[in-house]
């Protein structure tokens, strides 16, 4: 099979000129602003994607799950990983440990002291250091602490802690100007005692293009860059020709003139709408809205369409969130100028531990 139209529905593909010309956009700007690009891998969770972006200029990779990381350091992609997720348990630290061995540099973030601690008892058991970073909530309200004070207080309760070793801040995403008042603030408190912070790491794709409003700034983390999506589109960071993922669906069912129906439900396209109206934007038919989704079924209203579908026609949708899609298929296949170039399996999908 060479031809992306042989691909039995649905399938998940990405424009290969899209996503190189993507990575190196993002690699561009950062690089102009002089801020080191530490692409997060659990949007596409391949690891030869991975190499793309580490030969592009990136400083190294970001994961979310001590999974991710064992994937990617099997595959050899990076000797720097910064594992934005609170580690908590024996078994997930001793897998810690583990990597640590096998990495030039693994840090951490942790946002209380009962990660801390529980850090640290690793640390010591295995006599390992363990760099990491404070995670400050600068207005997304996940996790991190509240305040440039808890920030400072809580880094020097861990750097009392033995094998502990901090490193910096970090952020998701970057907002102005909460962002910007709350490190300034916390720089503050620690340039007054004296204490280094070699990272202030910020992140999120709708970030990348005004990370340089935030001076102090030393990475950027990002994932969904690397394919955009409906999102991403509607923050205005990117454009429907920026949108590198496409699934690729077949009209099973015309039930009505006005509706249709598509093989390709939330086991694919992902119930996921932060804020955006359907379930994902129709390449073919940018009028028709996805308004529904089943397990297997996509619901298409046409009313606005001039033009529409007959059972039997291929549709391509660019999903709301490209993160999630990349989780729920076993492989994703690579297109260029309508030629399949590349099946990739996504070795990292489930890794959620």
């Not at 020097?156 to 300034?184: K, V, Y």
């Not at 700034?217 to 860059?225: F, V």
């Not at 109206?277 to 369409?305: N, Q």
Request: a neutral charge; one cysteine or more.
């Amino acid at each position: 099979m060479t031809s992306a139209s042989d691909l039995d529905t649905p399938a998940v593909t990405v424009d290969l000129d899209v996503m190189e010309a993507n990575i190196r956009r993002v690699q561009a700007h950062l690089d102009q602003h002089g801020i080191a690009n530490r692409p997060h891998i659990k949007t596409h969770k391949i690891p030869e994607i991975g190499r793309m972006q580490m030969a592009a200029g990136a400083v190294g990779i970001t994961c979310q799950k001590l999974g991710e990381v064992e994937v990617f350091t099997d595959a050899d992609v990076a000797d720097d990983v910064l594992l934005t997720f609170n580690i908590l348990g024996r078994d997930k630290t001793d897998r810690l440990m583990a990597l640590s061995r096998r990495l030039r540099r693994l840090a951490v973030v942790l946002d209380n002291e009962v990660v801390a601690r529980g850090l640290s008892e690793a640390g010591a058991a295995h006599r390992l250091d363990v760099p990491f970073l404070v995670e400050c909530d600068t207005g997304f309200g996940r996790n991190g602490v509240q305040t440039p004070d808890d920030a400072f207080d809580l880094a020097q309760t861990a750097m009392r802690l033995p094998r502990l070793h901090f490193q910096g801040l970090m952020t998701f995403p970057n907002r102005d100007p909460s962002t910007r008042i709350f490190f300034e603030r916390a720089l503050e408190l620690f340039k007054r005692a004296g204490i280094p912070v070699r990272t202030v790491s910020g992140g999120g794709t709708p970030g990348i293009f005004t990370a340089q409003n935030f001076p102090m700034l030393t990475e950027h983390r990002a994932g969904t860059c690397v394919y955009n999506d409906v999102m991403v589109v509607a923050s205005g960071t990117a454009t429907w020709d920026d949108c590198a993922m496409r699934v690729r669906a077949t009209v099973v069912s015309r039930p009505n003139d006005a509706r249709a129906v598509l093989d390709a439900g939330t086991k694919v396209l992902t119930s996921d709408q932060y804020g955006t109206k359907g379930y994902g934007h129709i390449v073919e038919y940018p009028e028709g809205l996805v308004s529904g989704l089943s397990e297997e079924h996509a619901i298409v209203d046409l009313t606005a369409c001039r033009e529409r579908p007959r059972v039997g026609d291929v549709v391509h949708v660019i999903p709301n969130h490209c993160c999630v899609v990349s989780n729920m298929v076993d492989e994703v296949y690579g297109v260029r100028k309508g030629r399949l170039e590349a099946t990739w399996p996504v070795a990292a999908r489930g890794k959620v531990r």
